[in-house]
């Protein structure tokens, strides 16, 4: 392949400064220039997308380009809420926040109890008014495992 004058440019660019450069250096520099001829070349990236386009591609050079094109998920997600709750949180120490969490788990035990016992209230007062309810006799000649 031809040197191309802008990629060796490009090559150099990520050329850390020193004043002697080093064979490692030199040969990191080739295989970037290498690899920038290649990826610039029309016909490559031609085959490239046909290749994207007929689902050919390896799934790692693929995730490659996404990767490139929007960038890498992010894999540590870090929230910050700056409103007074957090900030007073921030403060405890560990045994006061241990003790905090006690108390919320507390509060949710109390919570379910308090809710099976409205379910238990409601399914009594349920039973109990259709036990109440009138009883309908069946009609004379009707089928009593007919449904209505």
Known sequence: MA???ELKAAAAAKKPAEAKTSVRTKITNE???FALQIVRNE?????LLTRAMTGTLPPAIESMLWAYSYGKPVKNIDIKINDQRTRELADLTSEELAERAKELSRQIIVSKQMQEQEDEALATAVATSVEQAPKTSPVAGSDPNRVH
């Open 3 to 5: 040197e191309d004058p």
């Open 43 to 47: 016909t490559y990236r031609k085959n």
């Open 31 to 33: 295989a970037r220039f």
